[in-house]
Structure formats: structure tokens, C-alpha cells
């Protein structure tokens, strides 16, 4: 079965495709093309948590809602696991990699790439709704695992629209601005800084970035491990290096980041940002990713061998979803 991460955008365009809402016959006939292929099990469209926090951004609830059901009804509530699961995986393999007697297979962290609703794409306990005190037997048994399961889906469902449809009440909203704007500076800054070095240096400062990127997460790893930083270093500054470029996510980061600055003239959108720390993973983990123009043309200009056939418009998913399923 193909993995298909698409961003908010396309999203949003199938999700007016489905209401009758676009001008497009072509868009609402590869709708039809995408839901065929899911029902068939050739594909499945999963929702990250970037996707919870792009949709809480949008102020009408109306649309937020029949956004979140179409979203739903499309991934089937299946969710692309949150981006701590994937660079413990990844730290995990490299050092085993590195430190083989030390990091044994059993204590290696799994990927489980997909997933089940918002607990899966967050990395947070799953929402279970519990009768206490109850001891139900034959139809009442029957009638509360129905009645239970329901209630499951309608809070899953309310947590992707941000809307309570039991209170009424709007979901906080996660204010990401600061991150949001330390990384923008960080992309508007980054060719000044880096052209004015030699290619070398520019290198180390790049890895040397990655690597302060995942201290929290490689530190755990260590721990976990009884891997001390002394012997972690003893890698060398090349090995270290060798390290980062061992974990996908870090490896296509730092190929972005090496194209963005050739040209000192970008600047990044606040609305670009969040690209950058999930449609890049996806690019590495899912066979299609449908996304923007830039971010497309990036990924492309880095010649890194990633997994994901990389699209910006919908009308070519099924072809390219025709072709990967004939190369593997």
C-alpha cells in the first residue's frame, strides 16, 4: 500500500473538490480515483499533527469542520507518527551502527510509521473512555463498546476541526510564534552567513546545526544506551558528522538548508515554515508527497536519494501513484 502525505493546501483542495466546491472536473475525477485506490488498499492518505495545528489556524468553524470530516473520512483516522518517534528511531539505528555491542537489536527503537489518530501523530497517552465500576455482560457489553467507540470518533474528529461538537468550545490554539520566528531569522540569515566561509566550514556549521537540532533526543539515546558523550565524541569531528548524515530527517534538513542559501535574495513565509519540519521527513518515509512549488523545487535541487516521488498538483497523484506501485 503507498503512503500519500499531502500538505494543507491539497488537502484543502480535495476537501472543496468533495463539497462541490471547485470549478475543476478534473480534480473531482482524481478524488474519485484517490478514494477508489483507498478503498482498494493501494493507497492511504495519513494526517500528521501539523495538519491539527493548519487547521485550528482557520477562524470559520464551519469550514474547519467539514475540512476535519473530509480529512477523517479520507485517512480512515490513520496519522503519520510524530517527529520524536522518527529521530529516536533514526539516533537508535545510527548509533547501533556505531556502537554495536553496546546498542543491542532488542533495545533499539521501532518505527511505526503509521498509526491511529491523535494520540500516533502527537506522541501523547490515547484518549480512552472508560465505564467505571461497571461489570456489562452480553448485549450491555455490546451496546457500550458501540456507544464507546462512537464517542472515540467524535473526539477524534473534534480534535482535527478544534471544536468540541458535545460543549461547543474552541481548542486553544498552539501559539507557535516564537519557534516559527527563530527559525525564519534563522532561514533569512543563513546565507550571510554561510557564503562568506569556504565550502569546509560551511559544512561543519551546517552538521554543527543538525546536531545541536537533536541534543535533547541523542542525549536520551545515550542514556538509554550507557553511552557516554566522551566516547560519543571520541567519533571525531568527521564521524560526528558521518553521524548526522546517517539519520534521513537531518540528512534532506541540511540538504535544504545548503540550497536555500545559494540565493542570499529568499526570505521565508511564516505560512513555508512548518514545510520545513514535516514535509521534509515525509519525503524520506512516504512514497508521494504532494506539495508547494519551492518546497518541491528544493528537495529536487538537493540530489539526495529520498523515497517519496515529490508532486505540486493533485492531477498527477494517480499517475505517480501508478508508478510507484510498478517499481517496488
Known amino acids: 500500500m503507498r503512503i500519500v502525505y499531502l500538505d494543507q493546501n491539497k488537502w484543502i483542495e480535495l476537501a472543496q473538490a468533495s463539497l462541490g466546491r471547485s470549478k475543476s472536473q478534473h480534480l473531482r475525477e482524481v478524488l474519485e ?127 482535527l476541526s478544534g471544536t468540541s461538537r458535545f460543549t461547543g468550545e474552541e481548542a486553544p490554539r498552539a501559539d507557535l510564534s516564537a519557534p516559527e520566528l527563530a527559525f525564519k531569522q534563522h532561514l533569512d540569515q543563513l546565507a550571510s552567513r554561510l557564503q562568506p566561509l569556504d565550502a569546509e566550514t560551511r559544512e561543519r556549521v551546517l552538521h554543527a546545526t543538525a546536531l545541536v537540532d537533536i541534543v535533547q533526543p541523542l542525549n536520551e539515546a545515550l542514556v538509554r544506551h550507557s553511552i557516554s558523550w566522551i566516547d560519543f565524541l571520541a567519533l571525531g569531528e568527521d564521524g560526528v558528522s558521518d553521524f548526522v548524515e546517517d539519520l534521513p530527517t537531518k540528512r534532506l534538513d541540511i540538504g535544504l538548508q545548503r540550497e536555500w542559501a545559494k540565493n542570499s535574495g529568499l526570505r521565508a513565509k511564516r505560512s513555508e ?56
Open 273 to 328: 515554515l512548518i514545510d520545513w519540519g514535516q514535509v521534509g521527513p515525509m519525503v524520506m518515509y512516504c512514497d508521494v508527497v504532494v506539495t508547494e512549488k519551492l518546497f518541491a523545487d528544493l528537495v529536487k535541487r538537493t540530489r539526495i536519494e529520498h523515497r517519496a516521488a515529490v508532486l505540486t498538483n493533485l492531477r498527477h497523484l494517480p499517475s505517480a501513484l501508478l508508478h510507484t506501485a510498478s517499481a517496488q
Open 33 to 159: 480515483i484517490l478514494r477508489g485506490a483507498r478503498d482498494l488498499n493501494l493507497a492511504c492518505f495519513p494526517v500528521a499533527f501539523s495538519h491539527y495545528i493548519e487547521t485550528h489556524k482557520h477562524r470559520n468553524p464551519e469550514r474547519r469542520a467539514s475540512l476535519a470530516a473530509f480529512m477523517r473520512d479520507m485517512s480512515g483516522g490513520l496519522t503519520i507518527a510524530a517527529y520524536p518517534h522518527l529521530i529516536r528511531y533514526e539516533i537508535d539505528a545510527a548509533l547501533y551502527k556505531r556502537f554495536p555491542g553496546r546498542v543491542t537489536p532488542d533495545h533499539l527503537a521501532s518505527l511505526n510509521l503509521l498509526g491511529k489518530g491523535l494520540s500516533h501523530a502527537a506522541g501523547i497517552p490515547r484518549f480512552r473512555l472508560v465505564l467505571p465500576d461497571a461489570d456489562l455482560t452480553g448485549d450491555q457489553a455490546k451496546l457500550w463498546r458501540l456507544i464507546k467507540a462512537q464517542i472515540e470518533d467524535i473526539y477524534e474528529e473534534d480534535m
